[in-house]
């Protein structure tokens, strides 16, 4: 079921415990978004620098940025996820009760605009090697083989595996693909939906395609602010 129309905030990319750096920022603004009018918050991926949704894997930051979650959902908000390329089976584990929805793409309606929402990594068809490493590394035998390690080796594990991350998809985010970008928005926008909101690249960018618009959202890391979709947009 599509989210509520409410003014919506969107938060993308923000690494905490990679570039973004430690949770206590982070936490400090979902405080105070749990003390105002509640609302939609969508979370566009790549949340943590990695994140894999089981408590072996739990980090601090991890610990307190779920708890700051957990109680903005309690003050009324809907959470909404998108996983991104360094989340992995967040919608199978425990994580997944403080989350609304957990998906790989999520429509938003704010006042007459929809939204297509999609982290952005896997748009790239060409990148086979990419594709391929993102079906293995999130397939059911990675999650069986996650699941089923003693804590200790899942700690080495997400150490290697960030080690990993930082050399896939490197000719896809070194510089902003708009060709690839505008062809998927073609095929996926017009009749249903307005905008393309893509995580993933880490610098806001906006520009027109045949079905609609295209936006890209400014890494949480970068900016430290939380974007907002409005009826006004």
């Known amino acids: 079921m599509e989210p509520q129309n409410l003014p919506v905030a969107v938060i993308a990319d923000a690494h905490i415990g990679g570039p973004g750096g430690p949770a206590e920022p982070l936490v400090e603004q979902l405080e105070e978004l749990a003390s105002g009018v509640p609302g ?5 991926g790549d949340l943590f620098h990695v994140w894999v949704g089981q408590r072996s894997y739990e980090t ?9 979650l957990a109680d903005l959902r309690g003050a009324g908000w809907r959470i909404d ?42 748009l790239n068809a ?52 708009r060709e690839v970008i505008s062809r998927y928005a073609d095929r996926r ?8 909101l893509l995580g993933h690249f880490h610098e806001a960018h906006s520009w027109q395609v045949e079905g609609g618009e295209v936006r890209l959202l400014d890494a949480w890391f970068n900016s430290r602010r939380i974007e907002w979709l409005s009826a006004g947009d």
């Open 189 to 196: 926008l017009a009749p249903d939906y307005d905008v393309l």
């Open 126 to 177: 060409e990148d086979r090697a990419y594709r391929f490493w993102r079906w293995l590394s999130k397939s059911p035998p990675s999650r069986f083989f996650m699941l089923n390690l003693p804590a200790g080796l899942a700690q080495k594990l997400v150490h290697v595996t960030e080690g990993q991350l930082s050399k896939t998809n490197f000719k896809h985010k070194n510089r902003i693909p």
């Open 81 to 122: 996820y998108i996983e991104g390329n360094r989340d992995f089976f967040i919608a199978e584990g425990p994580y997944r009760e403080v989350f609304d929805s957990v998906s790989n793409e999520l429509s938003i309606r704010v006042g007459g605009r929809s939204y297509l929402a999609v982290h952005g990594d896997g």
């Open 40 to 44: 939609h918050l969508v979370l566009m």
């Open 60 to 68: 601090p930051e991890i610990r307190q940025v779920v708890a700051a």
